[in-house]
């Protein structure tokens, strides 16, 4: 069973009743450990096509014995908010590595991260709490993600390049060997990062070159 930081548990529920609730219940429903339903502050939701219970919002619901909670929220600041509500409430949160990824013994993973079908994730590579790591991605050798980042499908992290806590990177965006973004920057999808950007920066690529500007405050 390829869930990390989860000893003995019996099920597990769904924190996310959206896309990326559905792509984790479809891969967890092939493994050994039922899925007893999902939580979300959507009343009544969950994903078309399954038939499991909604068990309420997140903040209301209380894990039965032996039952963890995967994060299925595709949006950084939501999971690192849902993440920290659950690990100050004493609740088991597992990562789950598909068994299709590829990664080395060297690296280090952190609690409640989750890592998709084919991706890999080379030697000496960090990739710390709540890290979502979509189908397809490569996270090279020595790179860093930062807490609560979520790379989409097919992202490239190159060797010692590191993705700050809290950021977004769309669909075949890459980082560059060695080169740093800060902290809850998004890189737009198909863009190549080839110089280090601070924090809170929207990241784009046009035809020739490649702009940034800062992310306001909401």
């Known amino acids: 069973m390829p869930l990390l930081h989860a000893p003995s548990l019996v099920s597990v529920v769904i ?10 219940y479809d891969y967890l429903s092939g493994e050994a ?8 502050d959507t009343p009544g939701k969950v ?27 595709g949006s950084p600041a939501a999971r690192r908010d849902v993440l920290s509500w659950l690990i100050q409430r004493g609740t088991a949160v597992p990562s789950y590595v598909h068994a299709t990824a590829l990664v080395s013994p060297s690296s280090r993973l952190g609690v409640a991260a989750l890592i998709f079908p084919f991706t890999v994730v080379s030697r000496d590579a960090s990739v710390e709490d709540g890290v979502v790591a979509n189908a ?32 977004f990177l769309g669909t075949r965006a890459t980082l560059y060997p060695g080169v740093r973004i800060g902290a809850e920057c998004t890189v737009d999808s198909h863009t190549g990062v080839s110089a280090n950007v601070k924090d809170r920066q929207f990241i784009t690529s ?13």
Request: aromatic content about 6%.
């Open 136 to 167: 397809f991605c490569g996270i090279g050798h020595g790179a860093y993600v930062g807490p609560c980042s979520v790379l989409s499908p097919h992202v490239v992290l190159n060797g010692n390049s590191a993705v700050g806590p809290g950021c």
């Open 15 to 24: 924190a996310g009743a959206g896309g990326l609730g559905l792509e984790l």
């Open 206 to 218: 046009g035809a020739y070159q490649i702009a940034s500007r800062r992310i306001r405050d909401e």
């Open 33 to 40: 450990l039922p899925v007893a339903g999902f939580i979300d």
């Open 47 to 73: 994903p078309d096509g399954v038939d499991l219970p909604n068990l309420g919002p997140i903040r209301q619901f209380t894990p039965a014995p032996h039952q963890g909670v995967m994060v299925a929220i």
